[in-house]
Nanobody, 124 residues
Framework: QVQLVESGGGSVQAGGSLRLSCAASGYTSSTNCMGWFRQAPGKEREGVAAILIGSGFTSYADSVKGRFTISRDNAKNTLDLQMNSLKPEDTAMYYC?????????????????WGRGTQVTVSL
């Protein structure tokens, strides 16, 4: 089992920045693919950014490229998401996910470990 706990969400004005962090514990060596998903009210969950632990290869949604940066601190067992130049359309619940497998660059959702989420709200 793997436990994931997100932190760092909050409310910010457009153009501002937030840094999300996901603390991982448990059998983390089983999770080779980690990432962030988000879900806004009335919308489907979407992948935002992900990293392949072994290679460091990263994936980003087109909507966040150049603004968000994902990073992994292996010593601290954390997964961070630096979010800059935030826009109102970034408003959503953000979830950390981990799986042994990736699908299209993101942790395969089926069978993944999930955190409870952290809310990000961006206002004009």
């Amino acid at each position: 089992q793997v436990q994931l706990v997100e932190s760092g969400g909050g409310s910010v004005q457009a153009g501002g920045s937030l840094r999300l962090s996901c603390a991982a514990s448990g059998y983390t060596s089983s999770t080779n693919c980690m990432g962030w998903f988000r879900q806004a009210p009335g919308k489907e969950r979407e992948g935002v950014a992900a990293i392949l632990i072994g290679s460091g290869f990263t994936s980003y949604a087109d909507s966040v490229k150049g603004r968000f940066t994902i990073s992994r601190d292996n010593a601290k067992n954390t997964l961070d998401l630096q979010m800059n130049s935030l826009k109102p359309e970034d408003t959503a619940m953000y979830y950390c996910a981990a799986n042994r497998y990736c699908s299209r660059g993101y942790p395969t959702q089926r069978g993944a470990f999930w955190g409870r989420g952290t809310q990000v709200t961006v206002s004009l």
